[in-house]
């Protein structure tokens, strides 16, 4: 049996269950789905910077995904960086701080963390990323 935690550091649990029909199957599902898929994204995401229309895929990505399951201060930040990217692509001439990147990267990382520690220890084994 799968034990599905009703609160986890960094996610709206009851926000993102509540989406997903209040269904906590489906929301688990998916943070399992989350772990497996984004195991390599900052790698994926650090090789992106420079290039501002592949970076902005791989930050709307990581938004998206973390939207999805809930995960709050992931979404907010990847907003931001996404929001400057595509104001870069309009042609505005937008400074990004390297300290946004830099605070987007510990915030997926803790997010991350949480989430596969939360999985394994559930029963759930790591899905292979695709």
Avoid: K
């Avoid at 929301?27 to 290039?51: K, R, Y």
């Amino acid at each position: 049996m799968i034990l599905i935690p009703q609160q986890l550091a960094h996610f709206d649990v009851a926000d993102a269950v509540a989406r997903m029909l209040d269904r906590p199957e489906l929301w688990w599902q998916a943070v399992g789905l989350f772990v497996g898929h984004f195991e390599d994204w900052p790698s994926d995401w650090e090789a992106a910077i420079g290039d501002d229309v592949l970076e902005r895929r791989r930050v709307h990505a990581i938004r998206s995904a973390a939207a999805n399951v809930g995960a709050t201060p992931l979404v907010l930040l990847a907003g931001q960086l996404e929001s400057l990217l595509a104001r870069r692509l309009a042609g505005e001439a937008v400074e990004i701080e390297p300290g946004l990147r830099e605070q987007l990267q510990q915030v997926f990382a803790a997010t991350w963390q949480t989430a596969a520690a939360a999985w394994q220890s559930s029963g759930g084994a790591l899905a292979e990323a695709g």
